[in-house]
């Protein structure tokens, strides 16, 4: 194998991978170094399609469970094959990182097993699986190591039954409770998950809301719906500390009212944030700064205090989203190649995948009445929507707030059916710095869910919704 490259990228997530295809469509002989036997990060391997095949499946499940007889479909002996439910999820896995190898082949791209660490800022050394060391040197490197979940004080993960999400999309039985610590966006997903084949959850957090970094009326709404499906969530609860009982685990926490609690349960899931990984990676060899969080330092090109090395994704500043690392993969390839481009970071799109779906574009209302900025709002109940009806999903509703003078699109916030996909239009409009007029004055067809959207739009716009 070649040991002189052009470009050589570490680590094989979203952003990792996107940058190789993007550094070889621009000619550089590129090279990808990942220490795991196969390419795909996080992402591919231990959150999102895993976890967005098992909330596909137990969706199924739960819809023939709860809607199907309403239907007018009689399912005798309904009941969920974990073993198989597991297995179909783990050959999504395998069929995403086939697709990655393809890629790779594809494009020209040398895959370097391994776990990489800088020499100095031209080489590095590459510690294979074998106990080999490959040295490998570039002109230019993009650190793209990821994160690894973290975890609270009085807490220590055992990945046995004190678990992160990595062991929860593996489990082998179906517990009979879980606790989830941490009601963001993974502590709710794998709350849907499991409540819905009959694991009866309860969510710790800390903030007085769910998914509490979103407009604070998403979480409102998504803890009704998921109430609904009967998982517990205590909010304003501070846990103290977790211990594996050897069947069980314990948990004791503080509630709202200053109580001191014990709670039983089989698996306490810790689900409160993830932290960059850089364990192992040399940077004492080399000139790159960690800042207070121990994010890689990058400047506004995502190029590090070293002239040759970029840093993109999980490891740096910014929210932890797979399509974050991917924009900046392309980014930084194309800024190592001389191009000028360009990320708004204020509208990367968040979503949860819940059922239904939490989705938000720009501004929260919080943030704006932090900021002291006016703003109008028009808010539109999937209640109302004929599609919905139509489909038994009238939970949720769509949230417009738009600059009182001009219209100009400042938030856009859906909690409801298809929301993750609802939600590119409003990313677009608010690309193109379009007004809650211009956004009722296109066609949506019917019936769609799209048009609890341009209605939102028109109450936003002071013109009155239609149908409400
Ligand atoms: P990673 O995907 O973490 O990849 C980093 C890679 O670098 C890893 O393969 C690692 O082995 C490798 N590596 C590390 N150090 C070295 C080294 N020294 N040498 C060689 N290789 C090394 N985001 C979304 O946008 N949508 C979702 O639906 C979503 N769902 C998620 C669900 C879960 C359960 C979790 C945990 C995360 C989810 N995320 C989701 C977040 C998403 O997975 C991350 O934001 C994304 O994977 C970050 O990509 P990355 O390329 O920066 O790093
Ligand atoms: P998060 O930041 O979304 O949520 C962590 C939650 O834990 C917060 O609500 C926080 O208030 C709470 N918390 C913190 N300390 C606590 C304590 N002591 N007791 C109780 N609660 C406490 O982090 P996460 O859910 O672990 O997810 C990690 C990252 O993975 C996120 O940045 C997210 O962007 C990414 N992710 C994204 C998706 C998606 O895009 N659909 C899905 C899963 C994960």
């Not at 517990?232 to 200053?258: C, F, M, P, R, W």
């Not at 209640?383 to 949230?399: N, P």
Request: overall charge negative.
């Amino acid at each position: 194998m070649e040991n002189n490259y052009d470009i050589v990228v570490i680590g094989s997530g979203p952003g990792g991978y996107v940058a190789a295809v993007r550094a070889a469509q621009l000619g550089y002989k590129t090279a990808i170094v990942e220490k795991y036997t196969v390419l795909g990060g996080t992402c591919t391997n231990v959150g999102c399609i895993p976890s967005k095949a098992l909330l596909d499946s137990t969706e199924h499940y739960h819809t023939a469970h709860t809607k199907f007889e309403s239907h007018g479909i009689n399912i005798e002996n309904l009941k969920i094959n974990f073993e198989q439910l597991m297995k179909r999820k783990a050959g999504v896995v395998n069929q995403n990182i086939s697709g990655l190898n393809y890629l790779m082949k594809k494009n020209k791209i040398d895959i370097i097993e391994g776990k990489a660490s800088f020499v100095n800022n031209s080489e590095i050394s590459v510690a294979k699986n074998d106990g080999e060391k490959l040295s490998v040197n570039s002109k230019y490197f993009i650190i793209a190591t990821g994160s690894k979940p973290s975890t609270i004080k009085g807490i220590a993960i055992d990945k046995e039954r004190i678990i992160t999400s990595t062991e929860a999309l593996k489990l082998t039985e179906i517990p009979n409770t879980m606790a989830i610590i941490g009601g963001g966006v993974i502590g709710v997903e794998m709350a849907s998950i499991y409540a819905r084949i009959g694991v009866k959850v309860t969510i710790l957090e800390y903030a007085d809301s769910l998914i509490p970094s979103m407009d604070k009326e998403l979480g409102k709404e998504l803890k009704k719906i998921l109430s609904k499906d009967g998982v517990e969530i205590l909010l304003k609860h501070k846990v103290q500390s977790a211990k594996n009982d050897g069947s069980s685990v314990t948990i004791n926490y503080i509630d709202d009212k200053d109580n001191n609690i014990d709670l039983n349960v089989d698996y306490c899931l810790v689900a409160v944030g993830r932290k960059p990984y850089t364990d192992g990676l040399g940077l004492e060899n080399i000139n790159v700064r960690l800042d207070d969080k121990g994010r890689i330092e990058t400047d506004s090109n995502l190029k590090t205090n070293e002239n040759n090395i970029y840093a993109i994704g999980d490891v740096i500043a910014g929210p932890m989203l797979a399509h974050k690392a991917e924009e900046e993969g392309v980014f930084v390839a194309e800024v190592i190649n001389g191009q000028k481009p360009h990320i708004d970071y204020k509208l990367i799109p968040s979503v949860v995948y819940t059922w239904p779906e939490v989705a938000s574009v720009g501004f929260s209302e919080e943030q704006l009445k932090k900021e002291n900025r006016t703003y109008r709002v028009g808010k539109f109940p999937f209640a109302a929507s004929g599609r919905a009806r139509a489909a038994m999903e009238s939970d949720g509703f769509v949230k417009v707030l738009s600059d009182p003078h001009y219209g100009e699109l400042l938030g856009v916030h859906v909690i409801g059916p298809r929301a993750a996909d609802l939600i590119a239009q409003a990313v677009i409009g608010m690309h193109y710095e379009t007004t809650d007029e211009d956004m009722i004055r296109i066609s949506y067809a019917h019936p769609t869910y799209s048009e609890a959207l341009k209605e939102a739009y028109l109450i936003a716009s002071g013109q009155g919704a239609i149908n409400l």
